[in-house]
């Protein structure tokens, strides 16, 4: 694990911590997690949620895996989804790149669906269809 990821999930624990007023492991219940899951949903990002929810979750599974918890408190908590990443359109030199690595021949039928491919999905696209066109 990175040491930006062993930061990250350092402050998910410690920010449920503060919130929590669980004594003891054992007393650790899906109402309290639910109830910190929601509180930080309110000033955090989605994605940020998902890392706190990833964070108890496997702390749950430990607890469960160590029998100080009999069952997983997280068992019937929704994860949080993540914002989906949208990749933004190609531009006219991107295209051009593309026209220039394939081809203008646009009769083919695999060079034409790779073509849409790019157009349609962006940099990521073109980026897949130039490794496919190379290969």
């Known amino acids: 694990m990175s040491r930006h990821s062993v930061t990250i999930n350092s402050y998910a624990f410690k920010a449920f911590q503060s919130y929590s007023s669980v004594e003891e492991l ?3 219940s899906r109402h309290v997690l639910r109830d910190f899951l929601r509180h930080q949903s309110v000033s955090n990002s989605q994605s940020t949620s998902a890392r706190y929810y990833d ?3 496997a702390f749950c599974k430990w607890l469960v895996n160590e029998e100080i918890l009999d069952a997983n408190p997280m068992g019937n908590i929704s994860k949080p ?3 989906e990443k ?3 359109p190609l531009s006219v030199e991107d295209v051009n790149k593309l026209l220039s690595v ?3 021949d ?3 039928g695999s060079k034409q669906a790779d073509n849409r491919l790019a157009i349609r999905y962006g940099l990521e696209g073109f980026r897949a269809m130039l490794r496919g066109c190379r290969d």
């Open 26 to 28: 054992g007393e650790l």
């Open 55 to 57: 964070v108890l979750a």
């Open 81 to 83: 989804k993540k914002p």
């Open 86 to 88: 949208l990749i933004g």
């Open 102 to 104: 394939c081809g203008k």
């Open 106 to 108: 646009f009769v083919g």
